[in-house]
């Protein structure tokens, strides 16, 4: 019987994450319909890394492998860019899922929003080696089914300096709030309001016909968290250098393949009980509509 009720709340989280993903992945559908019709222009692919070295502060030093997949719409109007992305992460047995019965399953979706200083007021912006500034606003949201079962729901606003380079090269200062979930203690966490930092980053290389993609974001310390420890400084960064696979096939940018790098230092803020940090290698493949 204890096994039969293990499984059966098994089979409710799993089911709610998975009910998660797919509305997730209907609103990013749809959102992408609709900012297509109303964008100048967009870009949509999919993506697919894997990784052995990941690490969750649940789970000690044992290393996670991750199989993750990823939706992504990035699209421009007049006034300014949308982007939105989510991640399907799906571990092993060494990232277990609440009640055992199998690795973990999250998703993790971020959805930003950049408005074009110059664009709206129709001045110049430009200075030094920044060529235009942006107000940036958005949004984290995600859902797992481990015994944390954390329910990230973030909020950042601030100005963006983006930087004259081949591509795009974007620094932006931000004020976070977070609310967040501890299933350990079965307690919803309100944390205090910081700073963040973040660095996004698309650099095409033609020389080698590739592109080295990422960001890194700096994360104040945020108050207590659920355990009631002092939260640290969180640095999560992920760089790819991507090979165009397509333009062998006379389709350039239509997909890659290549390598990526994960560091996850203090997630979720740090505490002295977390493993968390993570440093990870990846493949990476993406294909783009």
Known sequence: ?????????????????VKLCVTTALLGGMAASTLVRASDWSDTSVGYRVGNNFREPCCGTTDIHKDIFSFTHVSGYKYGINFFTADFLMSDNNDPAANGGGGAQEVYAVYRHQLLLDKVTGNSFAF???????????????????????????????????FDVPGFFDVSL??????????????NVNFDATYGVSLAWGIPLPGINSKFDGFLDYIGPKGKDGFGFDTKAETLAR?????DVGHLAGKPGTFYAGVGYEYWNNKFGGNPNNYGNTSAPMLALEAHF
């Open 1 to 17: 019987m204890l096994a039969n009720h293990r499984k059966n709340i098994r089979i409710k989280t799993v089911s709610s994450v």
């Open 128 to 162: 030094g080696p920044v060529k235009n500034m942006a107000i940036t606003a958005g949004f984290d949201l995600n859902a797992k089914d481990d015994a944390f079962a954390p329910r990230v729901r973030k909020f950042v606003i601030g100005p963006t300096f983006k």
């Open 174 to 187: 931000l004020y976070r709030t977070e609310q967040n979930h501890n299933g350990i203690v079965g307690t």
């Open 239 to 243: 760089a790819y250098l991507m090979y």
